[in-house]
């Protein structure tokens, strides 16, 4: 199973910011549609980083105008990225190993989608009951 099998159930509709937006509308993007990340894009559609929950939290206790500072200011630059046929365990202990809870999907420099390490856990739950399923079906089968 890849990232693209995840992709095609989830969808790849990315919510994005720009870097000149601020902090309180990266807020109204998060609450809006219950996420916790965003994806940094520039004018040129290009993305230059990510913006989560916890970049915000760890900048706010060095700032008290946090809702004003201008997402660039607090964003994760460069982030690590997946391409959609990265195989889903390995981008999993990838995020694991870094604690990354959401990864940008990337197809030939363009913005593809974004999982999160839920996206990836349900996936492989569902894979791993399909396969359980299976074993059974082939027990009872053998059973008879």
Do not use: C, W
């Not at 790849?12 to 990340?37: M, S, Y």
């Not at 559609?45 to 939290?57: K, P």
């Not at 201008?70 to 964003?75: C, F, N, Y």
């Not at 999993?92 to 913005?111: C, F, K, S, W, Y």
């Amino acid at each position: 199973m890849n990232i693209q099998s995840i992709l095609a159930t989830k969808g790849a509709h990315v919510i994005t910011i720009r870097p000149e937006q601020a902090i309180r509308e990266a807020l109204v993007l998060f609450i809006r549609h219950n996420i916790g990340a965003l994806v940094v894009l520039n004018d040129a559609g290009q993305l230059i980083g990510t913006l989560s929950e916890r970049d915000i939290i760890r900048a706010a206790p060095m700032n008290e105008a946090i809702f004003s500072q201008l997402v660039r200011e607090v964003m994760t630059r460069d982030p690590i990225t997946a391409v959609p046929q990265d195989d889903l365990m390995s981008v999993a202990n990838t995020m694991t190993e870094m604690r990354i809870r959401h990864l940008p999907v990337v197809d030939q420099g363009r913005l593809v989608g974004i999982v999160s390490i839920g996206d990836v856990v349900k996936a492989q739950r569902d894979q791993y009951h399909g396969e359980v399923e299976t074993l059974q079906t082939q027990l009872l089968a053998d059973q008879i």
